[in-house]
């Protein structure tokens, strides 16, 4: 049961706001029905036999329409079944009202009032007397239907809210779990290569290798980043590719920065690796990469001189991973721009870290 529906419940089950709502309805209907009955004390009185029945009759019709809403709300929510749900409760509300209000037409001309004895009972004059009740229930039960309709339908929105952030959080986590097994792959690769070649450019690489995981481990569980420590990473990540390459790769990092920016934590080593991984990075054609800030934007930039083939094993993430966790993030798109002579990423900058 929905804490809404407790609240309504514990409202109408005749609680003291209840009560004085309903106080306050009689009392309006009275003088509206005879503003006059206040002028002298016979007046009074017939007046507040007047106040009873409208008080009672109040009661009766507010705390059907309550009840009338509790169990539709429970048997058939407006969401599924939408005109069904109005032409029943309206229906049998009005049937409801009908049949209650004649009833007690009858107890308060027949017992209070004595307006007529068990032997000539005026049907027909009770009968246009439901009239005004039948009228105000209209109201009641267009505002209950309104009130059911539109808690029910927030409701749902916020469910439905709910349920889409949890599956975006479920697969932004699932896009930054591929980065750890991504960049370990890769740098075990390239190790694989070191050990036998060079053993000591192997243990540098490792000793570097170790600082730039710290990081890795560091970020891996926010959504985003600061601008200056992602530089910082790609500095020392570039750094550690350097033992590999040595001057067959060159780069510069040109970032002025005047105030915070985010991305995604690991979007720069995940464009490196691409780099690095497409492209000959050799003495005699040297790779050069360059990182700098246009705007709200960092551009990522390398020469483009692509492998014939491509030596190492690709998990196909890349590219695909930074572009679903910008969208999952604030929409932006990544721009990438391919020339004869040059490969392009454009990284929107975040400002709000409120995401």
């Keep these: 049961?929905?804490?809404?529906?407790?609240?309504?419940?514990?409202?109408?089950?005749?609680?003291?706001?209840?009560?004085?709502?309903?106080?306050?309805?009689?009392?309006?209907?009275?003088?509206?029905?005879?503003?006059?009955?206040?002028?002298?004390?016979?007046?009074?009185?017939?007046?507040?036999?007047?106040?009873?029945?409208?008080?009672?009759?109040?009661?009766?019709?507010?705390?059907?329409?309550?009840?009338?809403?509790?169990?539709?709300?429970?048997?058939?929510?407006?969401?599924?079944?939408?005109?069904?749900?109005?032409?029943?409760?309206?229906?049998?509300?009005?049937?409801?009202?009908?049949?209650?209000?004649?009833?007690?037409?009858?107890?308060?001309?027949?017992?209070?009032?004595?307006?007529?004895?068990?032997?000539?009972?005026?049907?027909?004059?009770?009968?246009?007397?439901?009239?005004?009740?039948?009228?105000?229930?209209?109201?009641?039960?267009?505002?209950?239907?309104?009130?059911?309709?539109?808690?029910?339908?927030?409701?749902?929105?916020?469910?439905?809210?709910?349920?889409?952030?949890?599956?975006?959080?479920?697969?932004?986590?699932?896009?930054?779990?591929q980065l750890n097994p991504h960049f370990l792959f890769n740098s075990l690769n390239v190790l694989s290569n070191l050990v036998y070649d060079n053993p000591d450019t192997a243990a540098k690489f490792i000793r570097q290798l170790s600082k730039i995981y710290r990081y890795v481990l560091e970020v891996q569980q926010e959504k985003v980043v600061k601008l200056s420590s992602e530089l910082e990473f790609a500095e020392n990540f570039l750094s550690l590719q350097k033992i590999r390459f040595e001057e067959g790769l060159q780069y510069n990092i040109d970032v002025n920065l005047h105030k915070d920016f985010y991305l995604p934590?690991?979007?720069?080593?995940?464009?490196?690796?691409?780099?690095?991984?497409?492209?000959?990075?050799?003495m005699a054609d040297p790779l050069f990469i360059e990182i700098l800030l246009e705007g709200n934007q960092l551009i990522v930039k390398n020469n483009l001189q692509l492998k014939s083939s491509l030596p190492e094993e690709s998990t196909g993430i890349g590219l695909s991973n930074i572009r679903k966790r910008y969208e999952l993030l604030n929409n932006e798109s990544v721009l990438i721009e391919e020339t004869v002579d040059f490969f392009i990423v454009k990284l929107p900058l975040i400002e709000n870290v409120q995401l």
Aim: charged share 15%; aromatic share 16%.
């Design 1 to 177: 049961m929905t804490s809404s529906i407790r609240g309504s419940k514990k409202f109408w089950n005749f609680s003291p706001a209840f009560i004085g709502m309903n106080l306050i309805i009689a009392a309006v209907i009275t003088v509206i029905l005879c503003p006059s009955c206040f002028t002298s004390k016979k007046e009074l009185l017939y007046v507040a036999s007047d106040f009873l029945y409208s008080f009672i009759l109040s009661c009766i019709l507010s705390y059907g329409g309550f009840l009338a809403e509790y169990y539709f709300d429970k048997k058939m929510p407006w969401i599924q079944y939408p005109l069904k749900r109005l032409l029943l409760e309206s229906t049998s509300y009005i049937l409801y009202v009908f049949v209650t209000s004649y009833i007690i037409l009858f107890l308060i001309e027949f017992l209070v009032r004595q307006s007529f004895s068990i032997n000539n009972i005026p049907w027909e004059w009770l009968m246009v007397h439901t009239k005004l009740p039948m009228q105000i229930s209209v109201i009641i039960a267009f505002l209950l239907i309104s009130r059911s309709f539109l808690l029910e339908w927030r409701k749902s929105a916020i469910e439905t809210e709910q349920l889409k952030t949890e599956q975006y959080a479920q697969q932004y986590q699932t896009l930054k779990d």
């Design 265 to 282: 934590p690991l979007s720069l080593q995940m464009l490196l690796e691409n780099a690095i991984k497409h492209n000959i990075a050799s």
